[in-house]
């Protein structure tokens, strides 16, 4: 009885994901302010004030999902929140930026990868960042204030307030503010 209780349960479960998951894409492929609007009212995010997410943006775990305020996130990224994302204020998102907070366990090469489980953990973009087009942010990374990621930049460790980054693992090229 207990088996088939949480096979019911499990069931519920994966049909309220389904819908959760059409209602998602139905919403992200809405254009203009008003799908920003929208998104902003009935995804379960918690944004600050003046937050666009544009279409075709795909969020998985909205509700691991936090934004701050004059947030412009733009058309075709996708955000991975199963581990929490926590973007400051004044953040500019460049088209089809990548943001996953959790990534495949591999380590068990007895066991196959789809078997292994996840690990998460939070990324954590701090204020007055921009983040240019196709860059790819890893889990567990914490961008500091007054940042700018280069295009197809691929970040994969912690950088430091006030940093200009590029390339492919990512390296400072530049202190913003300061003197050349």
Known sequence: MVLQCSKAIKNRYNMIYEIQLWVFSFLKA????????????????????????WSHTHIDSPSKLTLGNNVSINRGCVLHAGGEIEIGNDVLIGPGVTIYSQNHNFEDTSMPIVAQGYTCKKVTIGNNVWIAANATILPGVIIEDNCVIGANTLVNKNIEKGSLVVGNPCRVIKKIGAND
């Not at 009212?41 to 004030?49: C, D, T």
């Open 30 to 53: 809405i254009p203009g302010r008003i799908g920003c609007g929208l998104r902003n009212v009935l995804l379960p995010y918690k944004n600050g004030a003046k937050v666009l997410i």
